[in-house]
């Protein structure tokens, strides 16, 4: 079965995820696997005695990991929705990419404290996520809920091609909420472009079963079209492209990651150009 996988520190940004995640897997007919990554250093003020206990540290990390996780199963709606727990001694790098390497993962969710700021655990390692795994990476705000209905939002350049993967996913997600339409969103710092026929057709034949209804937004700033298109369009996710060049690789430099990460709350998939 494919998988969502949620990153996990107990925090109220990761229960947020989680809830979001265990809705999406119930809607997708997806399997939940909670990860936890235990620092090799963790449990130990570097005495004898700590050093000595820390395989019962270790064991009773696993067991909270597994109870967090159960709880967001427990009522009727969710109960049929499968639930693992992955809780292995390493940094998240090393055990994430490990564990997407030996499984099925359709998703990484992870969560961020939204329009209060990006939390301590996801802020450093959400672009280690979605530079080095190139799995389709769902990043959800506190303040983001889900929605049975959701209205999605692409923004792109038009330069980026998406991996077979990405379009997978999103063509999934499209079918599974039946959505109508989906916007797609091009922003241009300088004037808007005149005949886009050829990259709209292109689009149209990767995204199937939905209507594309293109947006053509004039803005100085990249960013902060996006975010006054997300409130227009009243969009509850949005999905960019990460890749090296363009519009949408400016939205993952420091200074504009901020502005919309630190201010949005909509959740966010990012998607991954084809090698």
């Known amino acids: ?117 990006i939390s301590n655990l996801f802020g450093s390692n959400a672009n280690m996520v979605i530079t080095k795994l190139r799995t389709p990476t769902l990043i959800v705000p506190l303040e983001s809920k889900f929605s049975a209905s959701p209205v999605i939002t692409l923004a792109t350049d038009f330069e980026a091609k998406l991996s077979p993967e990405d379009i997978n996913a999103l063509n999934e997600i499209i079918t599974a909420f039946g959505s109508e339409k989906i916007n797609i969103l091009n922003v241009f710092e300088k004037a808007l472009p005149v005949g886009n026929e050829a990259a709209e057709a292109e689009l149209r034949a990767l995204i199937g079963n939905t209507e594309l209804k293109f947006n053509y937004v004039q803005d100085s700033s990249t960013a902060t079209g996006i975010m006054d298109f997300l409130q227009v369009s009243a969009t509850d996710i949005l999905c960019v492209v990460k890749h090296q060049h363009g519009l949408i690789y400016r939205l993952f430099n420091s200074s504009t990651v901020d502005k919309v990460m630190n201010k949005t709350i909509k959740a966010v998939l990012v998607l991954h150009e084809t090698e």
């Not at 019962?56 to 009727?76: G, I, M, S």
């Open 1 to 117: 079965m494919k998988q969502i996988v949620v990153l996990t520190d107990f925090s109220n940004c990761a229960s947020n995820a989680m809830q979001y995640a265990v809705e999406l897997a119930s809607v997708l007919g997806m399997e939940i696997c909670a990860i936890n990554a235990i620092g090799a250093n963790e449990g130990v003020d570097n005495s004898m005695l700590n050093a000595i206990f820390i395989a019962d540290y270790q064991n009773n990390k696993k067991q909270t990991l597994a109870k967090w996780a159960a709880n967001f199963v427990q009522d009727e709606e969710h109960k049929n929705v499968p639930v693992k727990t992955v809780c292995e001694v390493g940094s998240l790098s090393t055990v994430i990419t490990k564990y997407v390497s030996e499984n099925t993962v359709e998703m990484i969710v992870m969560g961020t404290m939204g329009s209060t700021g």
